[in-house]
Structures are given as structure tokens and as C-alpha cells.
């Protein structure tokens, strides 16, 4: 049996655990695609019973995105007091008035543009709430399969992440919000990082190969090899017509003088949203000898009078033959041509 065969037999015993066993938790209830929203960015990097609580006092101050989006920014920090990682609050308010401005986004792709949201919330959102077949594969999800398969790929790689996600995607139900919370569910309650896993209590101990072999706690593998900075990149593929912006790179340091996509430091960025009309996003990663960058790319229609000091814009042959922009932004490069 290979892998995907595996993992769609295993599904149902999953789904059937889930309904019996799924604890009662307040976003679980009246979801909408906001609210769900609201409580995955509550839940990333804290804990669910600090969570439920100021879900609910949330919601019911700010029960639509068009109520989070007429607030005060002061007013909605107050209100996710508690919680810590303001960014998140002010990143929801941000994306709350882009939803309330043009409806809620119907793909993963849309969901990934709003601000705050990285591939595992857009993932959890586009699964849970628009029933796309989207898996958001985090830590919890990878100590889960790398035991169900017995799998000794390193879990601090990123392409440990890809290839559990491509194989998620190929095995999706239709029951697509079920199954991300069945994993979520079993990976908080049963194979849980810390100690060993309830493996009596799992609906795949007749099936698991960690657990068959008696190796639980030998998976996940992770080797954390940080020789490199890493810097994380924003970068923009503005699109007027047939036109794209492209600019010139300081004189000095990294790449210096050569052409690049206008990009800036992730950390503090504001929405891409707000440049034009995010139609593509993808994320790539170029390693110099010193430095890693690691990017997230959007394709942006832009509209006409949005001409900006410093850019230069240019056709895709020209991009391409006069000014030679450095491998590094390769991957982006698929867009134009
Ligand atoms: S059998 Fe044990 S190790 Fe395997 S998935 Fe279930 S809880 Fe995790």
C-alpha cells in the first residue's frame, strides 16, 4: 500500500473518533468563515483554554468583520488583552476592513494575502470554513504523520512541510472541515508532543507504524541546522497591462546594482492588498553563502495611476534580456513569462 492509499484508509476511523471524541469548543459553534478566522489567529502560538474565553467576549463585541473593521484600534487591543502577540490583533483589524471593503476571500490564495495569515491559517480557514480541500500542516500535523508512517524526514526542513501538505491534498474528503480538526483534535489530545502519546486511545494504533514498532518518541526527527541568517522577504510582481515594476538595487551589499522585484522585509510589512488586486501568491527560498532568503511572492494588478518613485517598468522580454534580474528572484520570474 503506498502512502496516500495509507493515509485515505485511514480517514474514516479518524473521522469516526473525531465525532465521538471532539471536545466542545466555542468557535466550534455559529461559525462563519470570520469567526473562524478570528479563532485561528487567536489560537496560533497560544494555548486553547486561554483561547476560549476571549473568543467569546471578542465576538461579542465584534460579531462581523464589518463590526471588527468600524472599530478603534485601541478598543480592539483591549479586547485581545490576555492573549499577547498584538501583531495579531492589528494584523485581524487590518484584514477585517479589507473583508468588510470586499467580501470574504473564497480561495486559499485570498485568504494567504490577508495580513497575518501564513500557509497554515489559510489553510485551517479555507478547510474549516470554505470546505476547499486545503490541509494546514503545522507541527502538530507533522509529529502525527511522520509516526503514522514511521518517517524519518527532518521536520525543521521546509520541504518536510511540503511534501506532508502535497500528500494531504491528494487524499482530502469532502468532509474537508472535519478531517483539519480531526487532526488538529488528535494531535492536542492523543499523539501529543510532550510525553508519550495515548496511543490506547488512537483510532490508528492498529495501523500506525511508529506505534507497531514500539518507536513513538523516535519521530518526529528534527535537526536544527542554522548556519545561515535568514531573512524573510515580501516581494512584489506588480503587473500594469503588460508591464511589470522592477527597480534597481542599492549600490552596496548583497546583489549590489543589480535589478530586483520591489520587495521589503516581512517582519513590519503591511498588507499587499493594499497595492492593487492579489491574483498569485508562492513562496520561494534562495541561499547565499551567508544569508537565506525566504520569500513569499505576490503577483499584483496594478491599476494605472499607481506609478510609483523608483520603479521602472517594463515588458517581460525586457525583463528578461535588458535587465537580467539575479536567480535569486527565479521562481517569480515563472509569472511573467
Ligand atoms: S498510534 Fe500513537 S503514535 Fe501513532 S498516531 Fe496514534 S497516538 Fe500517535
Avoid at 39 to 52: H, P, S, Y
Avoid at 86 to 104: Q, T
Avoid at 160 to 168: A, G, H, N, P, V
Avoid at 317 to 327: C, D, K, N, Q
Wanted: proline share 7%; hydrophobic share 40%.
Amino acid at each position: 500500500m503506498d502512502e496516500q492509499e495509507m493515509l485515505r484508509a485511514a480517514i474514516p476511523p479518524l473521522l469516526a473518533w473525531f465525532h465521538q471524541n471532539k471536545r466542545e469548543l466555542p468557535w466550534r459553534t455559529g461559525r462563519t468563515p470570520y469567526t473562524a478566522l478570528v479563532a485561528e489567529l487567536m489560537l496560533q502560538q497560544t494555548r486553547v483554554e486561554a483561547v476560549k474565553e476571549r473568543y467569546v467576549l471578542f465576538l461579542e463585541r465584534f460579531p462581523t468583520a464589518e463590526s471588527l473593521a468600524a472599530a478603534d484600534e485601541e478598543e480592539v487591543l483591549k479586547f485581545w488583552e490576555g492573549l499577547g502577540y498584538y501583531s495579531r490583533a492589528r494584523n485581524l483589524h487590518k484584514a477585517a476592513k479589507i473583508i468588510a471593503r470586499e467580501g470574504f476571500p473564497q480561495t486559499w490564495v485570498g485568504l494567504r494575502a490577508l495580513p497575518g495569515v501564513g500557509d497554515y491559517t489559510a489553510g485551517a480557514v479555507a478547510s474549516i470554513a470554505l470546505g476547499l480541500p486545503a490541509p494546514a500542516v503545522d507541527g502538530n500535523v507533522l509529529r502525527i504523520l511522520t509516526r503514522f508512517f514511521a518517517d524519518g524526514r527532518n521536520i525543521a526542513q521546509d520541504g518536510t512541510k511540503k511534501y506532508f501538505s502535497r500528500l494531504l491534498e491528494g487524499v482530502y474528503p469532502p468532509e474537508t472541515a472535519d478531517f483539519t480538526e480531526a487532526l488538529m483534535e488528535l494531535g492536542a489530545t492523543v499523539c501529543v508532543p510532550n510525553g508519550p502519546p495515548t496511543c490506547g486511545a488512537c483510532p490508528w494504533s492498529d495501523r500506525c507504524k511508529a506505534h507497531l514498532a514500539g518507536e513513538e518518541e523516535r519521530y518526529p526527527v528534527r535537526t536544527e541546522k542554522r548556519a545561515r541568517r535568514v531573512e524573510r522577504l515580501l516581494v512584489y510582481v506588480l503587473r500594469q497591462g503588460k508591464k511589470y515594476a522592477i527597480r534597481k538595487r542599492p549600490a552596496k551589499g548583497l546583489l549590489a546594482g543589480l535589478w530586483e522585484f520591489p520587495n521589503e522585509p516581512a517582519e513590519g510589512a503591511s498588507s499587499p492588498q493594499g497595492a492593487g488586486t492579489v491574483v498569485a501568491v508562492r513562496e520561494a527560498k534562495h541561499i547565499f553563502t551567508h544569508v537565506e532568503w525566504h520569500m513569499t511572492g505576490y503577483l499584483i494588478e496594478v491599476g494605472p495611476s499607481q506609478a510609483q518613485e523608483g520603479l521602472v517598468w517594463a515588458t517581460a522580454e525586457e525583463v528578461r534580456t535588458r535587465y537580467a534580474l539575479p536567480s535569486a528572484f527565479k521562481a517569480f520570474m515563472e509569472w511573467i513569462e
